[in-house]
C-alpha cells in the first residue's frame, strides 16, 4: 500500500491556478495592509492625521495577520513541499523581529537627533550625526586608540606563546601553573578593574604605591597621563585575555605530534631551529584562531576602561566602546551614540572580512 | 525609656491635663526634646559610623506623625516603587532603614531602585524621555523639577502632608519657588545643599604650613596651595596639598566644583543671573570670570599642586578617599563632610577641621558691563538646592497607593527625623531652621564651637545676599554633563587653552538650548531667577 493512499498528499500539480492566486493574493494583501497600518501609525505619532492610535498594537497585529496569511499561502501555493517550509517560518520571524527591525529602528535613530533630556524627543536630522562624527577629533581619538589596543595583542601573543611553551615542557609544577596561570581569565573585567585599577594601583592606600614611596619615589602616579594611563588599560586588559590565549596555544602544542620533534632532535636540530621550523609553523592556524578572537574580545574593551578612568584623562584611554558608551550615558545623546555604534558595526566587518581573508590566504598549504 | 513609653506618658499626661484644664504644653515640649535627644545619641558621636540597627532605631522613634494619620496595617498589600540614590552606602541605605518600621506599622511594602550619583542622571532622563517612568517614589534634586513636574509627571503634594511634614521650618531659600511648578507644590525636602569651604586648621596658624591666615580669597587659595607642594602634611607625613579640586566627571555634578571658582569671579551682586543671559540664554561660561576660573586650575595642575593621578580620581574620593582620611588642606563640598567628619569611621581630620562660606575673589567680572571691577566679592553656591523625594503620577489614580506613597515620603522627611541626617553621615546636611540650635548638637556630643563653625557655614551661605542659585530648567544637567566632559578634557590639556575650553562648553550649551527650545528656556530661567 503506497503512502498516498494513507494520507492526502496534494503535490504541486494538485494546484489549481486558481488556488495558487488566492494564495498569493492574501499574501500581498496582509502586507499591503501591514505596511499601511506602519504608515497610518508613523503619521499618527509625528501627529500628521489623528487616527487614535494610542500604542503600536494595530501594526503587531497586522504583523501577526501577514505571518499567518504567509503560514497559509505556502501550503495554498506549494502543497506539501509548503508545509515543509513552514519549519524555516518561527526562525524568519525570530530574525525579523529581533534582528532586522532593530536595525532598521536603530539606523532611523541613527539619523536623528535625539537627546534623553530634550523635551521635542527625536527629530530626523539627515547626515548631522555623521558630519558631527566627521569632526569629532575625541572620537577619532578613540579609533586611534583602538588600533593601539589591538596592536597590543601581538605582545600578548608573544606571553601567551612563551607561558604555553613553558606549561608544555616538564617543569617541576605544571599543574599549578596551569590552573594559577588560568585564573584571571575566570575573572570578569569589571573585577579586574577593580582589584588591580582601584585596588593595587590606588594612589593613597594601593600596596604598589606604597612598596614605590618606601622605595623613594614621592609621588608614583599610574593614571595621571595619557600614555601611562593607557598603558596600564592595556595591561589589565592582557592580564585577564592572556590566558585565554596561552590556553589556546597549548591546546595547539599538545596536537603536535611528538616524532616530528623527536626526529628533527635526532637530526640535530637545535631547540631554536626546531621552534621556527616545525613548532611554530604548526601552530600558525591555532595561533591565528586565538589572534582573531581575542581581536574580537578586544574590540569590546570598554569596561576595564569605564570604571578605572571613564575614559580619561579627557578622553585619552576611551576606546570606541567606551566612548560610545559615554556618549549615550553621560550625555544622553542616544541619536550619536547609536550613529557611532553602527558605524563601528560596519568598520569590524569590513575589518574582520579583510583581517580573516588574509589569514585563510596565510593558512593555506603552500604546496 | 522608649518611644512608646515615651509617648504614652506624654499623651496621658496630655489627657490628664484636657481633663484638668491644667497647661501641659511645658511637660509635652520636654517629651519632645528628650525625643530629640534620644535620636542625636543613636550611636553618639565618637560611637563610630552608624549602622543600618541605628537607621531603623531612628525610623521606629520618629513614626509618632504617621501614626496620627494613618491605622496600623492601613496599607496592606501595597507595594511601592522608590527609586534614589546608593552613593558611598548612604541615601538608599538610610532609606530603607528609616522606613522598614515603616512598612512594619503600615502594611505597605517597599521595593528599591538602587543607583550609584554618575548613573541616576542618565536613568532618570531615559524614564522621563521613554515615558518609562517605573518608580512611584523618587529621590530627586530640585534642578530636575524642570523635567518632571514640567512633563506633569508629578503627583501634587496633599495638605495632609504639608502639615505632617512642618514646611513652615524650612531656611527661606528652600521655601516656595523651589518644589514647586506653576504654583502647585510638589516636593519634600530632606536636605539643603550649597557648597561650603572646608579646611584643616592644622596647616594654618602661627607655624603653620599653609601660613598664618587661612586663605579666604581664591587668590590666595591658589598661592597657597602651589606653595604647599614639596611640604609634608603633618597628620599623615605623607605630601602636603592645598587646595582639592575633583577633575573628573560626575555624571553632571562635578560641574558644581568649578562653580564654586566662578561664582566667585562672575556673579555679580546686581545681576541675579550668572550661568545665562537671562534675555538671550547666551551662555556666561566662556566669559572672562570663568575662564579665569578655568585657567586657576590648569594653573594648578601646571604646578603639580594636586595630589597624584587627581585627573582621574572619582569625584566622591575627593571628599571621602582624600580630605575626609587626611590628604589635602582645603576642598568645597557639601555639608555631609562637616558631620561625617566627626562621625564617620573613614575621617581623621575631626580635631582639625574648620569650615566657611565659598572664598571670595579680590576682583569680579560685570557680564552686564563687560569688564572686570576691582571689588571683592562672595557668592557661595546652591549646588543643587538640595534632595527631595516626591511621588509620580504612577500613583495620582489610586487614592489609597496615592495615601500610602505620600507617607512614605512624608515620614522621610519629618522634622525630627531629619535632625539626625543633619548631625550624622547621611548625604544630607542642615536644611530647617530647628537644625541650627546649637545646644542639641552639643548634647549630641558636638563641642560648641565645632557646631558652631560648621552650622555657621551653612547659615550664612543659605542666607547670603549675593548666593548663586542653580535654575530649576529643564536639561539642566545636560548642560552641566556636557560642560564637564569638556573640562576634564581642557584639563588633560586636549584644548589649547582655558577659553578655548570655555568656548567649547559655550557652543555645546548654545546647541542644547536650541534643542529645547530658547524661548521656553529663556522664560523659566527667569522664573527661576525670580525676573
Redesign the interface.
Known sequence: MSEGEYLHVVTRDDISDGRRQFGRLIVWVTAALTILVAILQVLDHRGAIDLGFESWRPTLYAYCTWIVAFCWAQVLVHGEQGKRRLFVVPAAIFVVSMVIFPLIFALGIAFS?W???????RQFNGLDNVRQMWGD??YWNAMTNMVWYCLAIIVEYAIAFGLALMLNSQIRGRKFFRVAFLLPLMLSPVAVSWMIGKSMLE??FGPVSRLLRNLGW???????S?EL?RFWIMAMDAWTFIPFMMIMILAGLQAIPRELREAAEVDGASPWRRFWEITFPLMLPVSITAILIRIIFKLKLADIIIN???G?????TDSVTSFIF?E?????NVGYGTLLAIVYLVVIVIAMTIVMKLADRWMRPRY | MSRRKLLKGAASVGAMAAASGAIPMAVLADAHSNLRAELLSIPGVGQGSPTDADWQKVGELTLGPTKERVQEGEFDGIELTFMGLNNQNLHNFLFRGFLKPWEAYTGAKINWIDLAQ??Y??RL??A???GTVDFDIIEMGAPFEG?TAG?GLLDEMPEWVKEQIEADDLVDYLKEPVGTWDGKTYRITIDGDCHTFAYRTDYFGDGGIGGAEVPRTWQQINQVTKDLVGKEDPLTG??AHGYLDPL??W?GFGMYFILNRAAAYAKHPDDPAWLFDPDTMKPRVNNPGFVQAIQDVLDLIEA?AY???????DPGTTAF??FL?G?GSMLMWWGDVGSSARTSDTSVVGDVVGFGINPASERRYNAAAGAWEEEMNEAPQMAYIGWGVYVTNRVSGDEKKRKAAWSAAAHLGGKDLSLWTSAYPSGFQPYRNSHFQFQEWEAAGYDRAYVEDYLGSNADSYNHPNAAIEPRI??I??YY??AE?EL???????YGSAQETADAIAAAWEE?TD???RDSQIALYKASLGL
Open positions: 537627533d537627546n534623553l533630556s530634550s523635551p521635542d524627543g577629533p575625541f594612589i593613597r614621592d609621588s608614583p602616579s599610574f593614571f595621571g595619557a594611563a578605572v578612568t571613564s580619561g584623562p579627557g578622553g585619552a559615554r549615550y550615558r553621560d550625555r544622553s | 554618575a548613573d542622571n542618565p532622563q531615559q522621563i524621555a521613554t523635567d512633563k605623607l605630601p573628573k566627571g555624571g603639580d595630589p597624584t593621578d587627581q585627573i582621574n580620581a578617599q582624600q582620611a590628604t529643564p536639561g544637567f545636560q554633563s556636557v566632559d576634564a578634557k581642557g584639563f588633560a590639556g586636549q542644547i534643542q529645547i527650545g
